[in-house]
């Protein structure tokens, strides 16, 4: 997946500039991504009302939060 890649890219830059410590810049972003689709497609699947824009603005600030402190420098 080209997102993912590029993502990964960049996670990678983080690395070396002493921002994030990732061992697999590739597997931390599909588990990045993992965490901000995972929920909205479920959510689509089962036919459950989309969030309003607050609560998606919410809901994707504590995965980005969740991701951060899990590989925080």
Known sequence: ????RTLAEYL???VARGD?????CEAASS???DLVLSGQQRRG???MSPLSNDA???YISRR??????GYSA
């Open 1 to 4: 997946m080209r997102s993912a």
């Open 12 to 14: 990678t830059k983080c």
């Open 20 to 24: 994030l410590q990732i061992d697999d």
């Open 31 to 33: 588990e990045f991504i």
């Open 45 to 47: 699947l089962l036919m």
């Open 56 to 58: 998606l603005e919410e």
């Open 64 to 69: 980005v939060r969740l991701f951060l402190k």
